[in-house]
């Protein structure tokens, strides 16, 4: 199984512009997709962004359109989600996941059910 550890986050201010990275070992990621959620307090774990690890094709959540960047470095074996304009609304635990195949719809790429491997999260507070 893929194993998967996050990196980047921190104390950032509003406006802010911090890349988290989600950094991929132990097999083939080939056939991959691998995205971003958040969970903030309170609240339920929701998806962000998802990336093909085979073609770079993505695809965003309406809250982040516009404002984040999910991208992969196939060398590395890493994902990164570059992150502007942050709103202290921003302020979550980020973890990156792993599923394996392919989806026919965004249904498929949203539903957190269809990931098998996560990260252990890494902390993004954004303040006011």
């Known amino acids: 199984q893929v194993q998967l550890v996050e990196s980047g986050g921190g104390l950032v201010q509003a406006g802010g512009s911090p890349r988290l990275s989600c950094a991929a070992s132990g097999r083939t990621f080939r056939s991959y997709n691998v995205g971003w959620f958040r969970q903030a307090p309170g609240k339920e774990r929701e998806f962000v962004a998802v990336i093909s690890w085979s073609d770079g094709s993505t695809y965003y959540a309406d809250s982040v359109q516009g404002r984040f960047t999910i991208s992969r470095d196939n060398t590395k074996n890493t994902v990164y989600l570059q992150m502007n304009s942050l709103k202290p609304e921003d302020t979550a635990v980020y973890h990156c996941?792993?599923?394996?195949?392919?989806?026919?719809?965004?249904?498929?790429?949203?539903?957190?059910?269809?990931?098998?491997?996560w990260g252990q999260g890494t902390q993004v507070t954004v303040s006011s």
């Open positions: 996941a792993a599923r394996q195949g392919y989806c026919s719809g965004y249904g498929c790429y949203r539903a957190l059910q269809e990931y098998d491997a």
